[in-house]
């Protein structure tokens, strides 16, 4: 299965990778570098409409390229320029074409916080991220027990990071509930089959508890999603595909913001 494989795959590129970048060198570096941006609060809706999470990808497993080329810094300053609250960078190689260097060049472009995703399993990775200035990092359910993901989310506190805990199923929102989850990003699309269902949200919402930061990811691409998700209670929306694909990501952010109306079309920002 997808997900399988790109756990293994994943564990693989860290292994690779701490050869490089070893665990003492990584944590001097931590100390020598501030508490990244809070993401948790900047992901939270105050009754003044939804946040967008604004996402760099490059491929992805079930469309393929999406832009492979992409300059990583310039599309982080569209984000922030349309309104993004936060941004997030797939670093997995593995049929998303990702990289710790994405990562690196996005904390440096944003005055926002930063999301590493990836399928992260060894409190290794989250180190790493921390040390290129990630906020947060995702954690997925499904691919973890609540041991582990109560060991990974008090790692990353440690390092003045978060967790952004994604669950697909009430049997996911319990194991990340048990693992101390505070932020439970709901995703729509099912990591076994890649098939994409919007429902999934509205299916999971009653199962997490009042005063949990919720995030709804993965197929959305239009204003009226949004505003539905926003309706059911959404804290924030995170989005790749849409905003990679998009010829203008400035006026798709603020399209999907309701800031302006999608048949207004849009302008180059580069």
Known sequence: MFLDDAVEAAMREARERMELFPVALLERIVLDTPTPPDFKGAVTSRGDGVRIIAEIKRSSPSRGAIREDVSVASTVSAYLRGGASAVSVLTCAYRFGGSMGDLARATSAARVPVLRKDFITEPYQVLEARARGASAVLLIAAALDAERIRELTEYAAGLGMECLVEVHSAGDVGKALEGGAEIIGINNRD?????????????????IPPGTVVVSESGVTGREQVKRLEDMGVDAVLIGEALMRAEDPVMKIRELLGEVDERCGSRSVE
């Open 191 to 207: 990591l076994r089959t890649l098939e994409v269902d919007l429902g999934t949200t509205g299916r999971v919402m009653p199962y």
